[in-house]
């Protein structure tokens, strides 16, 4: 090839946004006797090691060096790999540690997050980090947390700093997936520094005959600075998700070795339901995790039980559809994204909350299994549970879900998905079977253009047609622009009973362009202008929803934000809507306007708030909504949040005004103990409740929880008890 030829195939490459990657890596060493994991990187045996050092720039100066040294090394013994971290600080009592509890936010801390790409496939990855106080953070990467062309949000500005995602958010980054391995932090006269040990039996990946390069990563975040600097450089665009520009770990001799596990619980605890007298309950289960291959791995679980399990935030919902309240369970949440298909939150074919909850009430599991992994470059995924009878109320029921997905270079693959509720006793529930299938598909042409899109049909009995769904996308993101539009068909009769889907029998269009310039100097860290629309329409082509949407989005150096809003919205109601209790919105079409305020401030500081006003009109009458959250912190310790919203209504047809106040409190003792408090109040359901937890956590999510919750209707001055619970559960991990 002509150097002339080349030139321009190089310049074709750069259009399609094609890179070839980073141009990095490090060896691991094997020992003999590993390091006292202690926080102090100062033994000798650490010399052995070459760091990965001269880190670059993300944010605030792009392409630039690191402002302060970073030197991370790589030991390993035939069990498991260890890491030692120097983060040298040329101020080092100006390091900030604003977190103390596992999966805690990093976003707000000095932190430090290593991505390993234990297959090298450069689509997922295992995500490891922590902060000066040695916290745990762990979290799984699955197609460089893209789900449907849609980029899994890691806290703002598109930033590297993962954040603590809500639990429940099970799509392509999945933070609530908790493996064993541990992690010790401290402060020195150089920084601060970490060194973390992570049993080879707590990753996945393939054995080899001779050694093996997995991707690597390393992110470091001074937040004082607002820097984030990494190993193996990313641009502002993207963050440590993106390990098709990671770099190497190179030299790993290794074998998976045995993984069995055994995690029985014991569970004892009183329940009162008003008006019936207090019940005592015992209980105990078993979950047991075992390595059927070094790529597969089955979770078994016997009479489950979720009572340490974390409450739904209360909800005011202004819309004619359901709110979705994400899953909290943890048997469910771990590897949820191999699962994943469809729109989250819109169009979800597989939604873990419908197992074992039933119109807002508790049936118990029997029994489960769950085998997930990878084969060569298929991802697996198959998922049986089995629910008990409750009289009178539901039949039992076996539901199924498999998956299976096939990757291809970078962050495309193509995948299929089948699920299958039935009922297995008496027939009450609303059909004997519901069974969907599906299939999607996702392109990456490049480093900036995305094609996606899925098709999927559910089988009811007594439902012929109409019960079908599509989507596809096409989109454009870089450092300064995203552009995006999308399609979505919803049948009337789509009807996945094992999904989320609060909508149906419509047709959507979208667009979206955003701007997103940052600014190497000032106080703006990023600019984020940008403007979407969106209409719906029934299939008889009435425009049913519409919405133009402005924003002018700030995102400030200190880590606080700054927007105005413009929403431009049209509904047509076909029959009536009940926005309030005794209220009811006649049907017809209504334009309105909302006009949004939004402000917070540095979220690191001691003293931390944010604030939204919205004003404009709904259905036809007047809107004002005064949203609220401040915080205090003192340490990284102890954290306390209240937030307060009014929402007024004021229409022809009627008005009301609902008031939802929440305070949370939380104290850790150290990284594994912690109490937390949720005090709850919602004037529209008339209804108080708390959830009070003490957790004294060993590894992976086990250990000791002490759990109180309670409930009261309040319709005026006086305080009904609508129920109250007291638990003690214990679970503790036999690895063999």
């Known amino acids: 090839m002509t150097e002339r030829r080349f030139a321009v195939f190089v310049m074709f490459l750069a259009l399609l946004g094609v890179s070839f990657g980073a141009d990095r890596s490090v060896r691991a060493v094997r020992v003999e006797q590993p390091p006292a994991v202690d926080g102090r990187v100062i033994e000798a045996i650490w010399e052995q090691a070459a760091p990965a050092t001269d880190f670059v720039q993300q944010r605030p100066l792009e392409g630039k060096p690191a402002t302060e040294k970073t030197e991370v090394r790589f030991l390993y013994t035939p069990q498991s790999l260890y890491i030692g971290v120097i983060c040298f600080d040329s101020e080092p009592d100006r390091v900030l540690d604003t977190q103390s509890v596992r999966d805690g936010n990093l976003s707000d801390s000095d932190s430090v997050l290593i991505i390993l790409d234990t297959f090298h496939d450069r689509q997922n990855g295992f995500l490891f980090g922590t902060n000066p106080a040695g916290i745990e953070y762990d979290a799984q990467i699955f197609t460089e947390g893209v789900t449907s062309g849609q980029v899994s949000s890691s806290g703002g500005v598109g930033s590297s700093v993962t954040s603590a995602t809500p639990r429940g958010n099970v799509s392509a980054f999945?933070?609530?997936?908790?493996?064993?391995?541990?992690?010790?932090?401290?402060?020195?006269?150089?920084?601060?520094?970490?060194?973390?040990?992570?049993?080879?039996?707590s990753l996945r990946f393939k054995n080899s005959d001779g050694p093996q390069s997995w991707g690597l990563n390393v992110m470091r975040n001074i937040r004082r600075k607002n820097e984030q600097s990494f190993w193996a450089p990313i641009p502002q665009a993207y963050n440590i998700y993106r390990v098709s520009m990671a770099g190497e770990l190179e030299s790993l001799e290794i074998h998976a070795p045995r993984n069995l596990k055994a995690i029985p619980y014991v569970l004892v605890g009183v329940v009162k339901e008003n008006p019936a007298k207090a019940d005592f309950h015992k209980d105990v289960g078993l979950d047991v995790k075992y390595g059927l291959t070094p790529t597969l791995t089955l979770d078994a679980t016997v009479n489950t039980d979720f009572a340490q399990a974390e409450v739904d935030d209360e909800q005011i919902n202004l819309t004619r559809f359901d709110l979705f309240f994400p899953e909290k369970r943890a048997f469910f949440l771990e590897n949820a994204g191999v699962f994943a298909f469809g729109l989250p939150r819109e169009v979800?074919?597989?939604?873990?909350?419908?197992?074992?909850?039933?119109?807002?009430?508790?049936?118990?599991?029997?029994?489960?299994?769950?085998?997930?992994?990878?084969?060569?470059?298929?991802?697996?995924?198959?998922?049986?549970?089995?629910?008990?009878?409750?009289?009178?109320?539901?039949?039992?029921?076996?539901?199924?879900?498999?998956?299976?997905?096939?990757?291809?270079?970078?962050?495309?693959?193509?995948?299929?998905?089948?699920?299958?509720?039935?009922?297995?006793?008496?027939?009450?529930?609303?059909?004997?079977?519901?069974?969907?299938?599906?299939?999607d598909l996702q392109l990456a042409l490049g480093d900036y253009w995305m094609i996606s899109g899925y098709l999927a049909k559910t089988f009811t009995p007594g439902i012929p047609r109409d019960d079908s769904s599509g989507y596809l996308y096409a989109g454009y993101k870089s450092d300064l622009w995203r552009i995006e539009g999308t399609y979505t068909e919803v049948g009337e009769n789509f009807n996945p009973e094992m999904g989320f889907v609060p909508r149906r029998g419509f047709r959507r269009p979208t667009?979206?362009?955003?701007?997103?310039?940052?600014?190497?100097?000032?106080?703006?860290?990023?600019?984020?202008?940008h403007f979407t629309i969106r209409r719906f329409y029934g299939f008889d082509g009435k425009l049913e929803t519409a919405r133009r949407h402005h924003d002018l989005e700030v995102y400030r150096t200190d880590g606080g934000t700054l927007a105005v809003t413009w929403n431009?919205?049209?509904?047509?109601?076909?029959?009536?809507?009940?926005?309030?209790?005794?209220?009811?919105?006649?049907?017809?079409?209504?334009?309105?306007?909302?006009?949004?305020?939004?402000?917070?401030?540095?979220?690191?500081?001691?003293?931390?708030?944010e604030t939204n006003l919205t004003f404009g009109g709904y259905y036809g009458g007047d809107l004002n909504i005064y949203e609220f959250e401040g915080g205090v912190r003192t340490g990284p310790q102890f954290v306390t949040t209240l937030s307060y919203s009014n929402t007024a209504v004021d229409a022809r047809w009627g008005h009301f005004n609902t008031n939802l106040g929440r305070l949370k409190v939380s104290y850790s003792f150290?990284?594994?103990?912690?109490?937390?408090?949720?005090?709850?109040?919602?004037?529209?359901?008339?209804?108080?409740s708390s959830n009070i937890r003490f957790g004294w956590v060993n590894t992976a999510g086990t250990g000791l929880y002490i759990v109180y919750n309670d409930r009261y209707f309040t319709p005026g001055e006086q305080f009904d008890t609508l129920n109250r619970a007291f638990f003690v559960k214990y679970t503790y991990q036999f690895d063999f």
């Not at 609530?176 to 992570?198: A, F, L, P």
């Not at 198959?382 to 997905?405: D, H, K, P």
């Open 511 to 529: 667009a979206a362009i955003y701007f997103t310039p940052s600014p190497e100097k000032g106080w703006v860290r990023q600019w984020n202008p």
């Open 348 to 439: 979800d074919v597989f939604f873990s909350r419908r197992i074992g909850i039933d119109r807002g009430r508790e049936v118990p599991i029997r029994a489960g299994a769950r085998v997930t992994g990878k084969v060569d470059r298929f991802n697996l995924g198959l998922l049986s549970i089995q629910t008990g009878e409750e009289e009178g109320f539901t039949s039992a029921q076996n539901f199924l879900v498999g998956r299976v997905r096939r990757e291809f270079q970078k962050r495309s693959g193509a995948g299929i998905i089948f699920t299958n509720r039935e009922n297995v006793g008496t027939p009450v529930g609303r059909s004997e079977y519901n069974r969907t299938v599906g299939a």
């Open 670 to 688: 150290s990284p594994t103990r912690f109490i937390q408090a949720l005090f709850q109040y919602n004037s529209r359901a008339h209804q108080f």
């Open 568 to 609: 431009r919205d049209y509904e047509f109601l076909r029959k009536p809507f009940e926005p309030h209790p005794g209220l009811s919105i006649p049907p017809g079409g209504y334009d309105s306007n909302q006009l949004t305020f939004s402000a917070s401030s540095n979220p690191s500081a001691r003293i931390f708030g």
């Open 174 to 201: 999945n933070i609530n997936w908790d493996t064993s391995w541990r992690v010790r932090s401290s402060r020195t006269e150089r920084g601060w520094e970490s060194e973390m040990e992570i049993p080879l039996k």
